[in-house]
């Protein structure tokens, strides 16, 4: 499968590119600052800007899936920023499409949306990834958005998660966690298996 991978260089697209190039597939590997892209076989560092409509539909259109892993927490406005980017990946046109997205996007098991708990300093990026879920959803497009879990972090692969809906997803103490090798592990499960086209879901431990 040929990918191109958005936000190749950040703490999850990094995960991300890193198991795609494990699992033999070819990556156009596209980020702001493409010397951070580590070297794999069959990667192709790009300098990409994550509202280049015109770049985007160049490399959408050698693809097979586009993946874009780009957060707008280090935008100005992250509402705009998300609405920006959201809007360059579908003016793409891309043959199918996996968005990573937020935890803010979902719901607590009571049914309160967890972006009316969230602290104040998290709610705008929250608001924003939601924004670019509710237009990528009215798009037309083949598209899947994965949203970790409260936390996601640099840690191990275990392969021991749960892939659940649109309500947090919690372990047994009560933390909403998951290793960014995990999250990673789902999403190329995903670009693989197309199970959750046109879903939002959720990447968790439960155990």
């Not at 409509?53 to 160049?58: G, I, P, S, Y």
């Not at 990673?184 to 959750?196: G, S, Y």
């Amino acid at each position: 499968m040929k990918i191109f991978l958005l936000g190749a260089s950040g703490m999850i697209g990094s995960r991300i590119l890193a198991e795609a190039a494990e699992r033999g597939h070819e990556v156009i590997a596209g980020a702001r600052n493409p010397d951070q892209i580590p070297e794999y076989p069959g990667v192709t560092a790009v300098k990409v800007d994550a509202h280049d409509a015109a770049t985007f539909a160049a490399y959408a259109a050698e693809a097979d899936l586009v993946i874009g892993a780009v957060s707008p927490r280090n935008g100005g406005d992250a509402l705009a920023e998300a609405t920006a980017y959201a809007k360059a990946l579908i003016a793409a046109k891309p043959q199918r499409v996996i968005m990573v997205g937020g935890a803010g996007s979902l719901s607590l098991p009571d049914g309160t949306p967890v972006v009316d708990v969230l602290p104040p300093e998290y709610v705008a990026e929250a608001r924003g990834m939601k924004a670019a879920w509710d237009l990528l959803a009215q798009s037309g497009l083949k598209w899947t958005v994965l949203a970790p879990s409260a936390q996601i972090a640099p840690g191990e692969f275990t392969g021991d998660y749960t892939i659940g809906g649109t309500t947090l997803l919690s372990d047994s103490k009560g933390n909403s966690h998951i290793s960014a090798e995990d999250f990673a592990d789902a999403v190329l499960n995903e670009a693989e298996m197309k199970t959750l086209v046109g879903k939002l879901a959720t990447v968790g431990y439960t155990g």
